[in-house]
């Protein structure tokens, strides 16, 4: 009866401090101080409007040692003071990535209808694993996938996919497809064969280590001036490697390279591809959602003939950071390398028409990426995500002839929105270190300067500065702020170097 009886009190002091946890008086309350999920939303509510105004770019070297001061502890903080931390490590310092003058690496934005959808994911915290727990949040992302798979233009009946964190475990999982398809074992591996073209993505030779594979052979496959695989290359270094008892089993293209959006002949590759019975793999990671253009589908034509297809609705369709895709023709080919019984899943009913991505991922419990993509889909429909990606390929054929005007070198003509440029004034022709140092020069003065933010690329040993337009907050306005300060900093270069001359 003591024992009954403490246990009981012990209980009540347990609920009283744990249902702290529950809180929605606190986040919600509508008298005395701001309710914390007002704090949030009106920090978010000035974010946005102050945006166009915010830099691209501020170097930060304060904020981490910040945070430092902040450790996990017993007691709570008051949300005021939690909330000028955040402000203080979020707003204008580091990277903004929301920023439409972010023109590096490949931007995305974030909607912010997306960030409605991930709230609403993790209040409700649905399920979206099996489809027999959650199946309105399972249906929801096979439907995203089954969207996507038809943009690809793959066969409705067996092909399928699904949401993953990003393109570098998406082309992880089609990788491992592909290997246990073509039965790439230990044994083999060896003598197994892996094709790409130099400007594959690096997660692509990262994704093949993860996967057991780092000791196949890999061959680069040549590439014309334009950055594109070479195909007739790629057949002949199949020839001779089968010659060689060699065993070709995977080649992969690239659907808009992150250097310079080049694409790889698609067709002619999959003709190669089904003829030596190699799996082709297409990242399209940042190149897929241009299938959303008629540009796009016209230059990306052949892509419905490859095995697996990787596109990042965090970079073409302007979601936040984590949103990924792998879809693949034969849906059964995720399920061979994935699926799994556990003892304690025994009451899922095996449901024969609606996969679950824990039968075709490496995953259980997961984010239910579906709703943050779903949400802005419908909010918005198609027509404004088709008009900006056709006007980010503009913006960058626009970049491309006006940059040329300010005396820059280009790389080839940008085949979707990321380009690559450099400055190459007359005395220094031929110095390639002098030339990259003056490139790295210019770089640093852009992004000292942090309206826009850029990047750069080595090619062959030469520096290059790479635009990448693919924030759906990126107009004109960007691009001609770009181009003005090259046009600055390239004249003062000039006047330095005369005065040099003269010294
Ligand atoms: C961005 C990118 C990746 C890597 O994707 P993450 O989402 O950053 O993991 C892979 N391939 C290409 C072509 C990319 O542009």
């Known amino acids: ?39 949030a939303f009106s920090y978010a509510r000035e974010f946005l409007s102050t945006l166009p105004d915010q830099k691209a770019f501020v170097e930060d070297v304060t904020t981490p040692k910040l945070l430092q001061q902040y450790p996990v502890q017993d007691e709570p903080r008051p949300a005021d003071e939690v909330f000028s931390v955040l402000r203080k490590v979020f707003d204008n310092v580091s990277l903004n990535a929301a920023s439409g003058g972010h023109l590096a690496y490949i931007p995305g934005g974030g909607l ?55 393109g570098s475990l998406a082309n992880l999982s089609a990788i491992v497809a592909a290997r246990d398809a073509k039965q790439v074992k230990a044994e083999r591996v060896p003598r197994s064969v892996v094709y790409f073209t130099h400007q594959v993505h690096h997660c ?50 690239s659907a808009g390279s992150t250097d310079v959006s080049a694409i790889d002949p698609l067709n002619d590759i999959a003709d190669i591809a089904e003829k030596y019975g190699l799996w082709f793999h297409v990242d399209a990671a940042y190149g897929g959602f241009f299938l959303l253009t008629e540009t796009g589908r016209k230059k990306m034509k052949g892509i419905h003939r490859a095995d697996s297809v990787v596109m990042d609705p965090h970079k073409g369709l302007f979601m936040p950071y984590g949103t990924g895709a792998v ?24 449901y024969h028409d609606e996969i679950s991505p824990a039968d075709i991922s490496p995953e259980l419990s997961r984010h239910f990426r579906g709703l943050r993509v779903w949400l ?46 450099r400055y190459v004034p007359e005395h220094l022709k031929g110095n390639t270190a002098a030339i990259n140092e003056l490139n790295a020069r210019i770089l640093k003065k852009v ?43 390239t004249e003062e270069e000039k006047l330095s170097e005369t005065k040099l001359h003269k010294a």
């Open 1 to 39: 009866m003591d024992t009954l009886s403490s246990l009981q009190n012990r209980l009540q002091e347990l609920e009283f401090i744990s249902r702290k946890l529950e809180q929605p008086d606190e986040a919600f309350r509508t008298h005395g101080s701001e309710p914390t999920a007002e704090a």
């Open 112 to 166: 912010y209808y997306a960030s409605l959808g991930d709230y609403l994911a993790a209040v409700t915290n649905k399920y979206s694993t099996v489809f027999y727990i959650s199946p309105a949040a399972v249906k929801m992302e096979n439907l995203l996938i089954r969207w996507m798979c038809e943009l690809v233009g793959y066969p409705a009946d067996k092909s399928g996919g699904y949401l993953t964190s990003g």
């Open 204 to 253: 692509v030779l990262k994704d093949l280590r993860v996967a057991g594979l780092a000791e196949c052979v890999i061959r680069e496959v040549p590439m014309t001036d334009a950055y594109e695989m070479r195909a007739e290359a790629l057949q002949e270094m199949i020839e001779e490697d089968l010659r060689n008892q060699l065993y070709p089993w995977l080649v992969v293209a």
């Open 327 to 350: 879809i693949v023709k034969d849906v059964q080919t995720l399920w061979r390398s994935n699926h799994f019984d556990a003892n304690y899943m025994q009451d899922a009913i095996p």
């Open 376 to 421: 802005p889909l419908q909010l918005h429909g198609l027509k404004p995500f088709r008009a900006a990606l056709e006007e980010k390929m503009l913006l960058t054929q626009y970049f491309y002839h006006e940059v040329k005007k300010l005396g820059f070198e280009t790389g080839p003509f940008p085949e979707l929105s990321v380009m690559i440029y």
């Open 447 to 489: 992004n000292a300067d942090g309206k826009v933010f850029i990047s750069s690329t080595s090619l062959n040993g030469e520096y290059w500065l790479r635009l990448a337009v693919l924030s759906f907050r990126t107009h004109r306005n960007h691009i001609d702020y770009l181009l003005q300060l090259l046009k600055k900093i």
